[in-house]
């Protein structure tokens, strides 16, 4: 499957939206076989299946020291279990890494960015 090009568009409007500042951040991306997002998702979550997008956060919203990048954390999404509809997930997984859990709110938020 090959991802438009407005991936990175897309990447940086959520990130961008739910960060305090426009300070610097890092975040890693990583698209993998079923069967690793399966071993991912067991070893994390205790749930053996596979799915759509993970997400790792690592620094959340606190306050940072000046000139460090904020930490985000990492998305591992697999394209053969998202196919076509890879956005949704994708966001999903993004507002994680910004701090948002389940919820109306975050359902709101999926809705605007995933188009």
Do not use: N
């Amino acid at each position: 499957m090959i991802l438009p090009v407005s991936l990175p568009g897309i990447l940086t409007s959520v990130i961008f939206a739910f960060t305090l500042s426009m300070q610097d951040f890092l975040y890693g991306l990583a698209f993998v076989a079923p069967d690793e997002i399966r071993e991912l998702k067991r070893e994390h979550l205790g749930i053996d299946e596979a799915t759509d997008a993970l997400a790792f956060p690592i620094d959340g919203l606190g306050e940072l020291p000046d000139g460090m990048p904020r930490q985000l954390g990492d998305v591992v999404v697999c394209p053969e279990v998202v196919g076509e509809a890879w956005r949704r997930p994708l966001v999903h997984a993004l507002l994680h890494l910004v701090g948002h859990d389940h919820g109306p709110e975050m359902e709101a938020r999926e809705a605007v960015y995933s188009g």
